[in-house]
């Protein structure tokens, strides 16, 4: 109850804990710090002034302080009392320095069990402790005694007796020094050994603070890669979505090869085509020839006058059909150059799709399939009935009005506009390129509008 009041006084007089540790006895240093004329006891009730030596093998901080301690104390933490030590002038200083400290009798022990002081440093490690003393009053024991001159001539005879002895322990006192030097050398090792070992300790902090940094980005990893494994089953989900795509697309893709089989037909059925009238226009120049022949001998005969002009009329009129045949012609020609270009692109994107990635063939199988042409020309093909000759032509003249789709035959006295409209009603027009396509080929018109999404 004494020590616990004791340290609640000196707490209200400093207003601050010492610093302490659990660092046991073996690894303090007890000399670095030498205490002087320190008494056997120490009369209760009043002040008792410590006397302590600082070594040049300690540097003295701030927070170092001197406690008093119960004989037997363990750790630091166990001081009956303290007392701060004051710096000396030159905290740096390689000689040793002189000190003293003053405590209050009210803060003192009040029991005569052993006590002694320490220097404690601002890290709670031990630095230097005196011899033990007691705290209790002056007894008979310790009176001088004057005695008898008998007993000083016995006194002087034990004396020289002690003197001898005393000669002989300075010898030993020398060689105690010597051996001091030598401990003071092993002490400064030791302090080498102290300070690399703090510096290990300090090493050893870092090494904590960057191990629980990794753990934390281990961990932060560990978050991560779990990440990635959601967004890897997110991505092989893309992938057998992106599969099944490919095969539907590869389906479509099929059909679009077939059709351009289809279209590769049609060509050739157009180039025949074309050719017949190249061979039907070579009839029909050299029947033109003819008839110039046989209309310049009808003007050598005045006879033949209304027939000559009933001819002219029949020339004129076949050069109205020549002209129209003629345009048919070019119009045809025009249609095959540009199914030949649709089908080598074909080709080309055909032998792309199948080198690139399935992404790539997505994409190609996105670009617009050329539609079918509906039914050769729009309003059917003029050389078809032709004759072998311009009389047998210009009597197949009304075939110009049969639809094209169903064959259907209309008057020469129809409207153009009923006629066109007529063969309109057969064909469905994009209302994105107004390209158009034959109502029996539905699902190639639906194909070609979903091509336009995919763009």
Not at 115 to 125: L, M
Not at 215 to 232: S, Y
Not at 284 to 312: A, I, P, V
Not at 446 to 454: A, K, M
């Amino acid at each position: 109850m004494g020590a616990e009041l004791s340290k609640t006084s000196t707490m209200d007089e400093t207003a601050d804990e010492p610093p302490t540790s659990a660092v046991l006895l073996d690894n303090c240093h007890f000399s670095q710090v030498i205490f002087n004329n320190v008494e056997k006891f120490y009369v209760p009730g009043g002040d008792v002034t410590c006397y302590y030596t600082l070594t040049q093998n300690i540097i003295p901080r701030g927070k170092d302080w001197v406690g008093i301690f119960r004989v037997g104390w363990k750790t630091t933490r166990e001081y009956y009392t303290f007392m701060w030590a004051p710096l000396p002038d030159d905290v740096h200083s390689d000689t040793t320095v002189q000190q003293q400290i003053q405590f209050k009798a009210y803060y003192l022990p009040k029991d005569d069990e052993y006590y002694q002081f320490c220097y404690i440093d601002q890290d709670g490690v031990v630095r230097g402790a005196s011899v033990p003393f007691q705290f209790r009053a002056e007894t008979e024991d310790d009176i001088l005694v004057v005695t008898t001159q008998g007993e000083v001539e016995e006194i002087e005879l034990q004396n020289k007796n002690l003197h001898k002895e005393n000669e002989e322990l300075k010898a030993s006192c020398a060689s105690l020094q010597q051996q001091n030097i030598d401990l003071q050398e092993d002490l400064k090792k030791t302090q080498e050994l102290q300070n690399s070992l703090e510096s290990l300790r300090s090493n050893t902090e870092t090494l904590e603070l960057e191990l629980n940094a990794l753990k934390k980005e281990n961990k932060r990893l560990k978050e991560l890669d779990d990440c990635r494994e959601a967004e890897l089953h997110q991505l092989k989900e893309q992938i057998q979505n992106v599969t099944s795509d490919k095969e539907r697309l590869e389906t479509r893709l099929k059909t679009a090869l077939d059709h351009m089989d289809q279209l590769q037909s049609q060509v050739l059925n157009y180039e025949k085509e074309v050719e017949n009238l190249s061979h039907i226009d070579h009839d029909k120049t050299e029947q033109l020839e003819s008839l110039k022949e046989e209309n310049r001998q009808l003007r050598m005969t005045r006879t033949q006058q209304q027939q000559n002009r009933d001819l002219m009329k029949e020339l004129e009129e076949q050069k109205r059909l020549f002209q129209i045949l003629q345009a048919k012609k070019n119009e045809a020609d025009e249609e095959n150059q540009k199914l030949r270009k649709e089908n080598d692109g074909l080709l080309r994107h055909l032998s792309q799709a199948r080198e690139f990635s399935p992404f790539s063939v997505v994409s190609q199988a996105q670009a617009p399939i050329p539609a079918p042409e509906v039914g050769g020309l729009l309003f059917g093909n003029p050389y078809c009935a032709a004759g072998t000759n311009l009389g047998a032509a210009a009597a197949d003249i009304p075939s110009i009005r049969k639809c094209p789709m169903c064959d259907e035959v209309f008057p020469e006295d129809i409207e153009t506009s009923q006629y066109e409209a007529h063969v309109q009603s057969h064909l469905l027009e994009c209302p994105l390129c107004s390209e158009t396509f034959e109502k029996s080929n539905k699902q190639v018109f639906e194909d070609h509008i979903f091509c336009h999404g995919l763009e």
